[in-house]
């Protein structure tokens, strides 16, 4: 059973940052593309970054390109994102997906998280 559990949210006032951490079981998670994705209220869910399994290879909303950074440690089965110079527009629930082939797509991930709340203050 496939398990991805997303952790690290919470409430930061703009400018600050957060690290989320997405722990992954289940998969051989070295044989999948990661990916970040976020909702807001009301909105759709829109992809923000994503990470080839050997970490060479990495893609940016261009909301978020320069920012926030992905990484993974395939040994630890755990991908990360480190979220800086954060924005009240960065307020949404933050979700892991896994994916076989790279896709800015959410209906291409086949695994996801519960998601984690960040929250933005002014």
């Known amino acids: 059973q496939v398990q991805l559990v997303e952790s690290g949210g919470g409430l930061v006032q703009a400018g600050g940052s957060l690290r989320l951490s997405c722990a992954a079981s289940g998969l051989t998670f070295s044989s999948y593309v990661m990916g970040w994705f976020r909702q807001a209220p009301g909105k759709e869910r829109e992809f923000v970054a994503a990470i080839r399994w050997s970490g060479g290879n990495t893609y940016y909303a261009d909301s978020v390109e320069g920012r926030f950074t992905i990484s993974r440690d395939n040994a630890a089965n755990t991908v990360y994102l480190q979220m800086n110079s954060l924005k009240p527009d960065d307020t949404a629930v933050y979700y892991c997906?896994?994916?076989?082939?790279?896709?800015?797509?959410?209906?291409?991930?086949?695994?996801w998280g519960q998601g984690t709340q960040v929250t933005v203050s002014s």
């Open positions: 997906a896994a994916t076989r082939r790279y896709s800015r797509d959410y209906a291409s991930y086949a695994y």
